[in-house]
């Protein structure tokens, strides 16, 4: 029983490991994995739904490129089989010519039908690949941040892009190939053994053995293609790294050792790429072989035929034209099935990545927010980023009043950052409540949510475009004079005018062009033009020079006002204007109050204070 596995009728039958079986992909023994399958292959044909007119439009073009293809032997047999009558007769030549008009059109139909199945079935499966791009991009942008904390984004990229490539082919040639070589695979066997039975019972035996050797080297060649895509996202995961980090590289010189590892990869895809030509070159002289033998055989077999008069020159010569038509879908055939699999195989990854459930949504019932005043509140708030790590925080519970100024300080790690991401639901509690004017965050919209809460992180994150493009992504209908306003109000329009191109300057990728003090006064100028209720404000922990964190600092402040603010602060001169501080430490929240009073307290605020110098 180790080996075999028992039946529904209690037989034993072998398990389908031999090479042949394991061409195909193994059916999940798990019966939701099937329910699953059968669900993902709907949607398959789903998606052609939109495009039914067109794809039978194509189908036909398909039929037709068939029947054109069978009418040229059938037209030549007629013509050779005509020829001893046509020798006698007075108007040979123009009947010749006629067959020749009549074969000159089929080939014109041929053609027009082939350009349209190959042109409009292309842009068809491009369609429906855009589709698919457009579906996993929305998606994406929904998937919360639990997802993008344990993604690589470099294999997001490939998904939507390089795996709906393949999509778009599969979707494109899939009906047509399939409807053209059953067409004229079926057209040809019949004139064939219309002809002469025999020739084409000794083609139909040899035709499984090319089957058979397609799919073996079909197979391995797949096997190398999979792992050239593995290998090229390592090559990918060096160049990402590399040349991301190019000033880290550069500034330790450490330009042959990134050459070293990224060569390891490199070598590691071209052995891949060396082993999927080797079975492709043996796949495709296989098949040239094949087709050389079919045809010697046609022709011997012909002959001997001829020999004995059970077959005339002129079927001879159809049979061989047949036979080019016969062997074309062959060849098509492991092409086919290699677009099934890679095709296929992109679309389960993509579908994969549709069915990932957004952790945080809005819920049934969630209703929108108005007229915020800023009032926040936690709860008991437990937390952990994954289910088997220690809580990050255990049991917090504070008050912020609307308008107010909070300044949150502690040692790094202790969960500061983490207390701020809840309040824009980034993550969800795992205890406790956060509620924002006395309605819990989950129980309001995620729009209206994040609409009301203004973030300036550290990380400061810019687009690739001009200052004017990254400011207006604050609030994109703003006016002109509104982006100058918020500009200004941010200390950043004098340093933004004295940029070569002012507010049409190209800030290069993620600001690149900019210093740290200069992105965070755009993020705050952004933050001005949302003028969100709500502030949070992870202070930059590197330190800026003094004009640039006074600019900041004075724009802060700017912002401040008038809107509940909470600051994870790492500067006295900040946390000074506070109106209230928040010491959180590994215990919890141990102290608050105002600096001087908590100085004066001499506890664990004091103490950061003068062992760190910074807060
Ligand atoms: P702080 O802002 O006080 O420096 P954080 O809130 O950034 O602290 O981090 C608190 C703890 O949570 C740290 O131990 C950190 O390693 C962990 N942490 C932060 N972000 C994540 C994340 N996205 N996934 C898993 N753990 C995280």
């Known amino acids: 029983m180790t080996s075999q596995v028992l039946n529904g009728a209690g037989r034993a039958r072998k398990p389908r490991n031999n090479r042949l079986f394991r061409f195909f992909p193994a059916r999940p023994d798990d019966p939701e994995a099937r329910r699953k399958g059968r669900a993902r292959f709907a949607r398959f044909l789903g998606y052609y739904r939109p495009h039914l007119p067109l794809l039978t439009t194509i189908l036909a073009s398909a ?180 040349l991301g980090g190019i000033r880290v590289v550069q500034s330790f010189a450490n330009e042959a050792d990134e050459l070293r590892r990224f060569e390891v990869q490199n070598q590691h895809f071209l052995q891949s790429r060396k082993d999927g030509y080797r079975s492709e070159a043996l796949l495709w002289s296989g098949m040239d072989g094949f087709a050389q033998l079919v045809t010697v055989a046609v022709i011997v077999i012909g002959a001997f035929r001829i020999l004995h008069a059970d077959l005339s020159a002129a079927e001879l010569l159809t049979l061989l034209l047949c036979v080019g038509v016969l062997l074309d879908p062959i060849k098509r055939f492991d092409n086919f099935i290699r677009l099934w699999q890679e095709g296929y195989t992109g679309f389960t990854r993509a579908m994969e990545l549709l069915e990932e459930e957004p952790d945080i949504a809005d819920n049934p019932d969630a209703r929108p927010l108005s007229d915020v005043k800023g009032a926040i509140a936690f709860r008991n708030v437990r937390f952990r980023y994954e289910a088997d ?128 003090g200069q992105k965070q006064r755009l993020t705050i100028a952004r933050a001005f033009l949302k003028n969100p209720p709500v502030l949070i404000f992870d202070e930059a922990t590197s330190a800026l020079d003094n004009d640039s964190e006074r600019a900041v600092q004075q724009a802060l402040l700017g912002l401040a006002r008038g809107r509940t603010t909470i600051v994870i602060a790492h500067r006295l001169s900040t946390v000074r204007h506070a109106d209230r501080i928040l010491v959180l430490t590994r215990e919890g929240m141990v102290e608050q109050g105002t600096h001087d009073a908590l100085m004066a307290a001499g506890g664990v605020y004091a103490g950061l204070h003068s062992t760190q110098g910074r807060i």
């Open 63 to 242: 039929v037709l490129v068939a029947a054109t293809a069978i009418a040229m032997p059938l037209l030549a047999n007629h013509i050779v089989a005509r020829l001893p009558e046509l020798a006698d007769s007075p108007d040979a030549t123009r009947q010749l010519l006629f067959i020749g008009g009549v074969m000159l059109v089929i080939f014109v139909l041929q053609a027009l039908a082939t350009y349209f199945v190959d042109y409009q079935g292309h842009v068809m499966g491009a369609r429906i690949e855009a589709q698919v791009r457009r579906e996993l991009f929305e998606h994406c942008q929904k998937l919360s941040f639990t997802f993008y904390d344990r993604q690589r984004t470099g294999q997001l990229m490939s998904r939507i892009s390089n795996d709906s490539l393949w999509l778009g082919e599969l979707f494109h040639h899939g009906p047509e190939d399939v409807a053209i070589s059953l067409l004229k695979f079926g057209g040809a066997m019949a004139v064939l053994t219309w002809i002469d039975p025999m020739v084409a019972g000794t083609i139909a035996l040899m035709i499984p053995f090319a089957i058979g050797y397609a799919m073996i080297f079909n197979r391995r060649m797949n096997i190398a293609l999979r792992t050239s895509k593995e290998r090229i996202a390592g090559v990918n995961e060096r160049v990402e790294d590399a």
């Open 389 to 516: 790590v220690p809580l990050v925080l255990d049991g917090i519970s504070l008050d912020i009043r609307p308008g107010e100024f909070v300044a949150l300080v502690g040692p790094s790690g202790v969960g500061k950052s983490t207390l701020c991401a809840l309040i824009p639901r980034f993550y969800d509690v795992d205890g406790g409540s956060v509620s924002i004017d006395g309605h819990d965050v989950r129980s309001v919209t995620l729009a209206a949510l994040r609409r009301s809460i203004g973030m300036v992180q550290q990380d400061v994150y810019l687009f690739s475009g001009t200052v004017w493009e990254n400011l207006l992504y604050g609030r994109p209908g703003a006016s002109d004079d509104e982006v100058i306003a918020a500009a200004c109000a941010a200390n950043a329009h004098d340093f933004i005018t004295a940029l070569p191109q002012g507010y049409d300057t190209d800030i290069g990728q993620r600001g690149v062009k900019l210093s740290g």
